[in-house]
Structures are given as structure tokens and as C-alpha cells.
Nanobody, 125 residues
Framework: QVQLVESGGGLVQAGGSLRLSCAAS????????MGWFRQAPGKEREFVAA????????AYSDSVKGRFTISRDNAKNTVYLQMNSLKPEDTAVYSC??????????????????WGQGTQVTVSS
């Protein structure tokens, strides 16, 4: 049974930092691209970042570029999202996901076939 478990969310003041982790179990995803998405109340799920299977490529949404960094450790079957200079508009439930392919970084949520349950990030002003 495949499981993705996110952790590291919480309440932080604007300008602060958080590091999210997503640990996978049940199978290895070392040959899959992985991504982070977020969903704020009343809004659609949106792409945040993605990373290729070997960390050779990364992609970010314009709203987080320069502030967030995605990384992965295939030995630990874990992907991370370092979030710096957080803003109130970053408040959302953050979820990790596994793509079906390895190297092409995609922003559409429907192409990802495994999802975690999400972790809440709240940024106060």
C-alpha cells in the first residue's frame, strides 16, 4: 500500500520559514518526478513546485519562485519543500504528489497519481 505522509506544517509569522517533508512508503519513487501543491480555503488546488527523479530539474510557480526550494533524498524516499520569506497568502494545505513520469516537470494536478493527505501551513501577518 502506497502512502505519502507530509509533515512540518504549522503556524509561522510573516517573513518566517518552514520546511515540509513528504515521506513515501509502500514502494520507491526514485524514478518518478514529484511535486508540491497547495489549496487555500475557497480556492482551487494550485501547483507550487516539482522536481525530476534525479534532482536535475526543478520548477516553481511564479508566486513562490525565489522563496521556496524543492529537494529530494531518494535514499530516504522523501521530498522536501523549504519555504522562506513566508507571506500570509502562502496560507494553505500543502500536499505532495508523485507523477507517473521521471523527468518532465508538469504543473497539472491530474497527472499525479499518488497524493499525501496534506499539512496545514498558516502564515500570520
Amino acid at each position: 500500500q502506497v502512502q505519502l505522509v507530509e509533515s512540518g506544517g504549522g503556524l509561522v509569522q510573516a517573513g518566517g520559514s518552514l520546511r515540509l517533508s513528504c515521506a513515501a512508503s509502500g514502494r520507491t519513487f526514485s524514478r518518478n518526478a514529484m511535486g508540491w501543491f497547495r489549496q487555500a480555503p475557497g480556492k482551487e488546488r494550485e501547483f507550487v513546485a516539482a522536481i525530476s527523479w534525479n534532482s536535475g530539474s526543478t520548477a516553481y510557480s511564479d508566486s513562490v519562485k525565489g522563496r521556496f526550494t524543492i529537494s529530494r533524498d531518494n535514499a530516504k524516499n522523501t521530498v522536501y519543500l523549504q519555504m522562506n520569506s513566508l507571506k500570509p497568502e502562502d496560507t494553505a494545505v500543502y500536499s505532495c504528489a508523485v507523477d507517473r513520469i521521471a523527468s518532465v516537470l508538469r504543473r497539472e494536478s491530474y497527472v499525479y497519481n499518488y497524493w499525501g493527505q496534506g499539512t496545514q501551513v498558516t502564515v500570520s501577518s
